[in-house]
C-alpha cells in the first residue's frame, strides 16, 4: 500500500511540474491594435497594404485607362457609392424583401438606428461649408500618387522595418500636426506697399 501511496505521489509531482513548464514555455497572448489599412490584422500596415490599396481605388475610377483619375471620372465613382449605400439601406429597410417599404418597416429601422438623424441634420452637425466651395482639383495622375504614397509610408516608417505600426502612425500625424501649428503661427509677410503716383510737373505758359 505504501508503494502504491508513493507511486501515485510521484505521478502528481511529475504532472505540476509538465504543468509549471508548459506554461514558463506556452507563448504570451498578443494584443493587436486596430490600424486603418491593415488588410491582414496583423496589428501593423505593410508598404503594400498601404499603397496598394489606394492605388487599386484609383485605378478602379480609372475608366478610360489613361493613367489619371479625371473630375468626371471622381464625380461618377462617388454617385455609385452614394447609389451602392442607398440600395444597401434600402435592402436593410425592406425587411419582408418584397421590393417596397412599408411604414411598419420605416419606424423600425428607424428605432434601431435613433441616433443616425437625417441627412440635412447630419450635414448640420458638421458646420456649415466655407464660402466659394472646396478648392476643385485637377485630373489625379496615378504613378504620381504611387510615388507620393510611397514616400508617406517611408515618413511614417520611423524604424524603417517595413511596417508602421499604430504608434508609429500615431506619432506621424503628431508631428504633422505641430508642423502644421508652426507653419500658421508664422507671420505672414506684409505685402509691399504700392508706389506713389507721379505728380505730373507742373508746365509753365
Given amino acids: 500500500m505504501n508503494k502504491t501511496f508513493l507511486l501515485g505521489g510521484l505521478a502528481a509531482t511529475a504532472m ?5 513548464a508548459a506554461a514558463q514555455t506556452a507563448p504570451a497572448p498578443q494584443t493587436t491594435h486596430h490600424v486603418r489599412g491593415d488588410a491582414d490584422g496583423d496589428g501593423r500596415i505593410s508598404q503594400a497594404e498601404f499603397v ?15 493613367g489619371s483619375v479625371s473630375r468626371e471620372e471622381r464625380q461618377a465613382a462617388m454617385q455609385a457609392r452614394r447609389t451602392e449605400r442607398a440600395d444597401a439601406r434600402f435592402t436593410r429597410l425592406d425587411a419582408d424583401g418584397n421590393g417596397a417599404i412599408s411604414r411598419a418597416e420605416f419606424d423600425a429601422g428607424h428605432a434601431a438606428h435613433p441616433d443616425r438623424g437625417s441627412r440635412a441634420e447630419r450635414a448640420g452637425h458638421r ?6 466651395g472646396a478648392r476643385e482639383r485637377g485630373p489625379v495622375v496615378i504613378a504620381e500618387t504611387r510615388e507620393k504614397l510611397a514616400a508617406s509610408f517611408a515618413r511614417m516608417d520611423a524604424d524603417e522595418d517595413g511596417f508602421v505600426t499604430a504608434d508609429e502612425r500615431r506619432a506621424s500625424m503628431r508631428r504633422h500636426r505641430q508642423a502644421r501649428r508652426e507653419r500658421m503661427s508664422q507671420p505672414r509677410a506684409a505685402a509691399p506697399a504700392p508706389a506713389p503716383a507721379a505728380v505730373p510737373a507742373p508746365t509753365s505758359e
Fill in 16 to 20: 505540476a511540474v509538465a504543468g509549471i
Fill in 52 to 66: 496598394d490599396g489606394r492605388i487599386a481605388r484609383l485605378t478602379a475610377q480609372d475608366m478610360n485607362r489613361d
Fill in 127 to 132: 458646420g456649415p461649408r466655407r464660402a466659394g
